[in-house]
């Protein structure tokens, strides 16, 4: 794998997966400012395009993961290796972003599923499209910030 672009240690796949975390929850804000505009062609054009690349993204990190040995093959050389903080902040990075990402998931099958037959158009959904759209990108700024400290104590320190 080609060196990266940030962290001493980090590699090209680790280093453009880490921006896109960075990116996801602007990039998801701007989608629903366009659904609040309105503009729900775009919304979803947005919405569906940042799910695919961050889905792309986690399948390309979690194979690299499993191919490399496993995780603690990526904390090689990290202070932090082995140590109970470094798992405190690996499960505080993973499991919300399983669950973000889960829900995620949920809502674009609904929401595809309901535009695309006219006898479940989103209607009465819509409310809670909105808010579970809200608690997808609440999810995404937390795997931004966490993911933040993965990176700094597993490619930085």
Not at 43 to 71: D, F, K
Request: include cysteine; charge should be positive.
């Amino acid at each position: 794998m080609p060196d990266g672009f940030l962290g001493p240690r980090g590699n090209l796949l680790t280093d453009v997966v880490f921006v896109c975390n960075l990116v996801a929850p602007a990039w998801a804000l701007v989608a629903a400012r366009a659904a609040r505009r309105g503009d729900r062609r775009r919304h979803m054009r947005l919405q569906l395009t940042l799910w695919a690349v961050m889905i792309l993204n986690l399948l390309l990190l979690e194979g690299y993961i499993r191919v490399s040995g496993g995780s603690g093959s990526l904390l090689a050389g990290s202070p932090y290796e082995g140590t109970g903080l470094m798992s405190v902040v690996i499960v505080l990075h993973i499991v919300p972003a399983v669950a973000t990402y889960l829900l995620w998931t949920g809502l674009v099958v609904v929401t595809y599923r309901r535009r695309s037959s006219p006898s479940l158009a989103l209607g009465a959904f819509s409310a809670r499209h909105a808010l579970l759209g809200k608690l997808v990108i609440a999810g995404l700024l937390w795997t931004a910030l966490s993911a933040c400290f993965v990176y700094y104590m597993t490619f930085w320190a």
